[in-house]
């Protein structure tokens, strides 16, 4: 298939037409379910944060997004603003879990999410803005032929 | 699909049954709910999640929201999830020790405070 491109408005609601575009790229890819899963995942935590990013730089610059499945699936999501800082935050945990009897830190930042989720990830920073790559290898979360 | 959220009474807890994607486009409506359940008095809180087919860090931002505010009331935040695909996202976070999370509602509500 090669590559798609994609201008997005930094409109949260775009934010699922994204995801279903992701899909269907991803599937063309070859990639499994649980691959999908994490295309969709990402890629709307990616958008998230470029949304987050313009709204904070005061821009209403249009995001983009490049999908390229030559091997396996690239996405690149850019933005001309900076991405946010990460952060951590204090959230009272369940008095019944044994290590963290009062307070637990939790990664609720998007970017946090994305390097947890998935194994190849780059963050670019530079004067004409800010660019996050996530990569899958085709075949990749499929289920095994029999 | 879109958000859908319905709330029932059960045995003193109120259980929001979610379906469909949370997402930073959909999640303000279920904070709206969980705002709404927590000011009309409703503390002890069941989310049963096995019908939301996506869930990203605002959806989880939400439902922290939450948990602080029914603990500010002495109240309490339980899940409902056995999705093998969201118990992963609550795990990378770390929501696992801040979440009580059961497989059925009526476990979760069993241990709910009296």
């Known amino acids: 298939m090669g590559k798609v491109e994609l201008r997005v408005d930094q409109d949260p609601a775009h934010v699922r037409v994204v995801r279903l575009v992701s899909t269907a790229v991803g599937r063309m890819a070859g990639l499994g379910d649980e691959a999908l899963d994490e295309v969709r995942l990402g890629v709307s935590e990616a958008c998230g944060l470029a949304i987050d990013a313009l709204d904070a730089a005061g821009s209403d610059a249009p995001m983009s997004l490049e999908f390229d499945d030559t091997t396996g699936l690239r996405v690149t999501v850019r933005t001309p603003a900076a991405l946010p800082e990460r952060q951590q935050v204090p959230v009272p945990a369940d008095p019944a879990t044994e290590d963290t009897p009062h307070t637990a830190h939790v990664l609720l930042d998007r970017l946090a999410l994305i390097e947890g989720l998935i194994d190849d990830v780059d963050v670019e920073s530079g004067p004409d803005g800010s660019s996050l790559t996530m990569r899958w290898k085709a075949g990749v979360g499929a289920a095994p032929r029999p | ?114």
Do not use: W
């Not at chain 2, 503390?43 to 996506?54: I, P, S, T």
């Not at chain 2, 969201?86 to 696992?96: A, S």
């Open chain 2, 1 to 114: 699909m879109d958000l859908s959220l319905d709330t029932r009474e059960q045995a003193g807890c109120t259980v929001i049954e979610v379906g469909g994607e949370i997402d930073v486009y959909t999640a303000p409506k279920l904070r709206e709910c969980i705002v709404d359940l927590v000011n009309r008095g409703n503390y002890h809180l069941v989310v049963d999640m096995e019908d939301v087919e996506f869930l990203d860090s605002t959806g989880l931002g939400v439902l922290v929201g939450g948990l602080k505010r029914v603990r500010a009331h002495d109240g309490s935040l339980r899940l409902v999830c056995t999705q093998e695909r969201l118990l992963k996202i609550f795990r990378i976070t770390g929501l696992t020790k801040v979440f009580a999370i059961f497989d059925t509602v009526d476990t979760a509500v069993a241990e709910q405070p009296a």
